[in-house]
């Protein structure tokens, strides 16, 4: 099944109006799952939420949000605020989040499953230049000789903050498992040749903010869904699926999932991961091709024998002018899955 | 003239204060301004794009470098002016309408300045409305294009189609890039090239306006 609540909410006589209203993106995501025949609830990919819900907390409007960058240090008191465990409200798009989970999880042949950003990824969006920091701190600069890396270690503290009150209120509402996206955790911003020379910013940038949440989850008996579509290295995928243990892990097109399975024990299951951001052209990835790389991917997972959904690498998004064709790449994707 | 090695390695190692000391150096030690953009700093950055080529720098060193040849740059271009020297290349760069994503436009836009061209940054969101009026205001050779949506790619070919009708498609290269974009698509909404990564897009400005100069 493709993550596919984008496409079926794009049915609706009103998207926006729905995607705002718990009741209405609750019925969204049902008929969701219910198009692919999964009993896997997976909402929207909206992971604009939780940078609203935290920017909201020092007074940033969720219309400002989107585009506000610290660049420089933040003030003490402004980041007790970004962190603090104090209740405040969310925002539209949160709320009607977590009252649509509530309503699948009314609903006893579904499964309901939160979504969040991961730490790590709400940090670089709240940088105009994450990768540049980043750097800086993978060679060793610390945030007394950066200003820089001093700003992404706010923001990584404040963002972790806001993730975990983001998936305390998704239990809260009935989630059972929440898929966390960390898309930043990739190539772009760490970069393989500073960890090979022994740079820990994999470990202090990624891991251990994930550890935190997933004991989090652990302890209120949630799953974690992992889902890093970004350019992996083989570390970073062993870690994924090693250290955090999720039930399913979800990677982008650029890795190959049977081999993989090499790198995952057998109880996380592999999700994924057809190149979906390329359905919309049929030029660049026509219907043969869809079909011919499910095939491949099937056999080659089934010749492995590791656990596996066959999905998109990402979420699927509603695009105008190319819904017919994205919506065909995706049936012809899932009719070579074999019957349940 | 040789080559200025501190300068050399400050950016090829991505050390945009060692870079910046290197410069001042030199310049005290009477090195022509001109002499180490063509010595030191564009070697050093064609080094830089070939250790990336070779996967054996990635992402992050290639903007670190970029980052330590603008130190450079900066210190440099007001002398290159006041000699009555210029930069080569003006670029207009954005992402363009109803995408917020800027990380990788900003890549693009610091590899370019760092390759020595003069970049206006447009920012996220930009409305086809404010290509064509920088393209008229700024007169630039290029116009680069970043979409990191499927869903807001289609305001690529809105904006060369407001290029065209508004006359001034012909004086510019129109790039395009972006995580969903392909070779295809560019050709499709007619725009001059394609890259896949920020490295890329530098060549990719070289040999167009090459071409376009033979």
């Given at each position: 099944?493709?993550?596919?609540?984008?496409?079926?909410?794009?049915?609706?006589?009103?998207?926006?109006?729905?995607?705002?209203?718990?009741?209405?993106?609750?019925?969204?995501?049902?008929?969701?799952?219910?198009?692919?025949?999964?009993?896997?609830?997976?909402?929207?990919?909206?992971?604009?939420?939780?940078?609203?819900?935290?920017?909201?907390?020092?007074?940033?409007?969720?219309?400002?949000?989107?585009k506000h960058h610290f660049t420089t240090p933040i003030d003490e008191s402004e980041l007790t605020a970004l962190c603090s465990e104090l209740p405040a409200p969310f925002c539209t798009g949160s709320t009607a989040r977590d009252e649509a989970l509530t309503y699948i999880a009314s609903i006893p042949d579904l499964f309901p499953i939160g979504m969040a950003i991961g730490p790590f990824s709400l940090a670089t969006r709240l940088m105009a230049d994450p990768i540049a920091a980043t750097a800086q701190a993978g060679k060793g600069i610390g945030p007394d000789d950066s200003a820089d890396v001093a700003v992404l270690s706010q923001c990584l503290r404040a963002a972790e903050s806001a993730v975990l009150r983001s998936l305390r209120s998704q239990i809260a509402h009935g989630a059972r498992a929440i898929m966390i996206c960390e898309p930043a955790a990739c190539t772009a911003f760490l970069s393989p040749r500073q960890l090979r020379t022994g740079s820990d910013i994999f470990e202090r940038f990624v891991m251990q903010p994930h550890l935190r949440l997933k004991a989090a989850l652990d302890a209120a008996r949630c799953d974690l869904i992992f889902h890093d579509c970004g350019e992996l290295i083989d570390p970073m995928v062993e870690a994924f699926a090693h250290r955090l243990h999720p039930v399913i892990l979800s990677l982008g097109s650029s890795r190959k999932l049977w081999l993989d399975a090499r790198l995952v024990p057998p109880d996380v299951v592999l999700y994924g991961n057809l190149p979906t951001k390329s359905f919309y052209s049929d030029s660049a990835m026509p219907v043969e091709e869809v079909v011919r790389r499910t095939v491949e991917l099937l056999a080659n997972m089934k010749a492995c024998a590791h656990p596996h959904i066959l999905g998109s690498e990402c979420d699927v998004l509603n695009v105008p002018n190319a819904r017919t064709t994205i919506l065909n790449k995706i049936d012809a994707m899932m009719s070579c899955a074999p019957a349940a | 003239?040789?080559?200025?090695?501190?300068?050399?390695?400050?950016?090829?190692?991505?050390?945009?204060?060692?870079?910046?000391?290197?410069?001042?150096?030199?310049?005290?030690?009477?090195?022509?301004?001109?002499?180490?953009?063509?010595?030191?700093?564009?070697?050093?950055?064609?080094?830089?794009?070939?250790?990336?080529?070779?996967?054996?720098?990635?992402?992050?060193?290639?903007?670190?470098?970029?980052?330590?040849?603008?130190?450079?740059?900066?210190?440099?271009?007001?002398?290159?002016?006041?000699?009555?020297?210029?930069?080569?290349?003006?670029?207009?760069?954005?992402?363009?309408?109803?995408?917020?994503?800027?990380?990788?436009?900003?890549?693009?836009?610091?590899?370019?300045?760092?390759?020595?061209?003069?970049?206006?940054?447009?920012?996220?969101?930009?409305?086809?409305?404010?290509?064509?009026?920088?393209?008229?205001?700024?007169?630039?050779?290029?116009?680069?294009?970043?979409?990191l949506l499927t869903v807001t790619m289609p305001s690529m070919k809105t904006t060369i189609d407001a290029l065209n009708a508004a006359g001034v498609r012909a004086q510019v290269k129109v790039l395009v890039g972006g995580a969903p974009v392909t070779m295809q698509y560019a050709k499709e909404i007619g725009a001059d090239g394609y890259s896949e990564n920020a490295n890329g897009a530098v060549g990719l400005v070289k040999n167009l306006l090459a071409g376009a100069a033979a």
């Open positions: 099944m493709p993550v596919g609540a984008d496409l079926i909410l794009h049915e609706e006589p009103d998207p926006e109006v729905s995607r705002n209203s718990g009741a209405a993106l609750g019925r969204v995501i049902e008929r969701t799952a219910r198009r692919w025949n999964s009993p896997l609830a997976i909402p929207l990919m909206d992971l604009r939420l939780e940078k609203i819900d935290l920017l909201a907390r020092i007074g940033i409007s969720a219309r400002d949000a989107e | 003239m040789a080559q200025w090695t501190d300068l050399y390695d400050a950016i090829l190692n991505g050390d945009a204060k060692k870079a910046h000391a290197s410069t001042q150096a030199a310049l005290a030690a009477g090195v022509a301004p001109m002499e180490l953009i063509q010595h030191s700093m564009v070697p050093a950055m064609d080094e830089v794009g070939r250790l990336f080529e070779a996967e054996e720098y990635f992402v992050p060193e290639l903007l670190l470098s970029a980052r330590a040849m603008k130190s450079s740059l900066d210190l440099l271009k007001p002398l290159l002016s006041a000699s009555g020297q210029k930069m080569s290349t003006r670029v207009v760069i954005g992402t363009v309408k109803g995408d917020l994503h800027d990380i990788g436009k900003n890549i693009v836009a610091s590899m370019l300045e760092g390759g020595g061209f003069e970049v206006i940054d447009l920012g996220t969101d930009v409305s086809p409305e404010s290509f064509v009026a920088a393209v008229k205001d700024r007169s630039p050779q290029v116009v680069c294009m970043s979409a």
